[in-house]
């Protein structure tokens, strides 16, 4: 059974740095990637940053990230980390961890942590 377990989240005002990670615990057999994703009420998830987990390791990062996040991957603790500095109230949010899997052409899964919440004051 595959777990994702995010920490790191918690309450800091603007300009000020956390790091959120996400332990996976069980086997996912296919390629697969990783990513963090955010959520606010009334609004849609939506992705943050995205790692392969392949040799090639491509990054992917939502606009509004703008140089300030940097997501990182920790082999020997089975782990992704988001680096997150020079946050704004607008960053403001439920962090959800994501491993992408995709088992056959045509038959992929999503798993997902139970979410840590980010808060930014000003």
């Known amino acids: 059974q595959v777990q994702l377990v995010e920490s790191g989240g918690g309450s800091v005002q603007t300009g000020e740095s956390l790091r959120l990670s996400c332990v996976v615990s069980?086997?996912?057999?296919?390629?697969?990637?990783m990513a963090w994703y955010r959520q606010t009420p009334g609004k849609s998830r939506e992705l943050v940053a995205s790692?392969?987990?392949?040799?090639?390791?491509?990054?992917r990062y939502g606009r509004f990230v703008k140089g300030r996040f940097s997501i990182s991957k920790d082999d020997t603790n089975n782990a992704i980390h988001l680096q997150m500095d020079w946050l704004k109230p607008e960053d403001t949010a439920v962090y959800y961890c994501?491993?992408?899997?995709?088992?056959?052409?045509?038959?992929?899964?999503?798993?997902w942590g139970q979410g840590t919440q980010v808060t930014v004051s000003t």
């Open positions: 069980g086997h996912i057999a296919g390629p697969k990637i």
């Open positions: 790692l392969s987990m392949d040799s090639d390791s491509r990054t």
């Open positions: 994501n491993a992408h899997e995709k088992r056959s052409p045509v038959n992929e899964f999503d798993y």
